[in-house]
Antibody, heavy 118, light 112 residues
Framework: QVQVVQSGAEEKMPGASVKVSCKASGYTFTDYYIYWLRQAPGQGLEWMGWINPNNGGTLYAQKFQGRVAMTRDTSISTAYMELSRLTSDDTALYFC???????????WGQGTMVTVSS | DTVVTQSPLSLPVTPGEPASISCRSS???????????LNWFLQKPGQSPQLLIYLSSTRASGVPDRFSGSGSGTDFTLKISRVEAEDVGVYYC?????????FGQGTKLEIK
């Protein structure tokens, strides 16, 4: 079954970091980029960046530059998104999504809720 | 950043009737290869978004043919020829040419 499955919900204190995982199955992990997006409660969608699992190349939205790191482990077909220096504004549902080609975001994870609260 | 504007933001529709959503980008999303990098997604209540249309007018796998996308450059439209109850949710367009890739505010479709 072709799918991407994300790690479970996280609760973090302000100033902490969070690392969300995204495990791909049913297809060749290194053939397709993985995008990361987020959705604050009751809000729209926000693109954070992507990673090329083949070579680890990344592109981050400038808004998150210096605070986000997207990595991968090809041995276990898993992509990661780590966000540091968390604030309450980072409380959101985080999605990983496969780019089939040409920014065709065809396969979405179930989302990982990250809550930042003191 | 490229601003993407959708209208309307709320769309009540009677089942069996057509529906149309407009999406406007502040910059052209037409690339030199002739493709418009404009996607449409539907987020049903409590679910992850799902891809409906990519490259402005190509239906994603498994998407019913009552959904169609059109437009070029900065102006795009998603049309549903006959709305069904299962089509309720929030529709988003996304420009995928100019990083950061940006989304419209969303259009909430509800059944009358």
């Amino acid at each position: 079954q072709v799918q991407v499955v994300q790690s479970g919900a996280e609760e973090k204190m302000p100033g902490a970091s969070v690392k969300v995982s995204c495990k791909a199955s049913g297809y060749t992990f290194t053939d397709y980029y993985i995008y990361w997006l987020r959705q604050a409660p009751g809000q729209g969608l926000e693109w954070m960046g992507w990673i090329n699992p083949n070579n680890g190349g990344t592109l981050y939205a400038q808004k998150f530059q210096g605070r986000v790191a997207m990595t991968r482990d090809t041995s276990i077909s898993t992509a990661y998104m780590e966000l540091s220096r968390l604030t309450s504004d980072d409380t959101a549902l985080y999605f990983c999504v496969r780019d089939l080609s040409g920014r065709t975001l065809d396969l979405w994870g179930q989302g990982t809720m990250v809550t930042v609260s003191s | 950043d490229t601003v993407v504007t959708q209208s309307p933001l709320s769309l009540p529709v009677t089942p069996g009737e057509p529906a149309s959503i407009s999406c406007r980008s502040s910059q052209s999303v037409l690339y030199s290869n002739g493709y418009n990098y404009l996607n449409w997604f539907l987020q049903k209540p409590g679910q992850s978004p799902q891809l409906l249309i990519y490259l402005s007018s190509t239906r994603a796998s498994g998407v019913p043919d009552r959904f169609s996308g059109s437009g070029s450059g900065t102006d795009f439209t998603l049309k549903i020829s006959r709305v069904e109850a299962e089509d309720v949710g929030v529709y988003y367009c996304m420009q995928a040419l100019h990083p950061p890739y940006t989304f419209g505010q969303g259009t909430k479709l509800e059944i009358k």
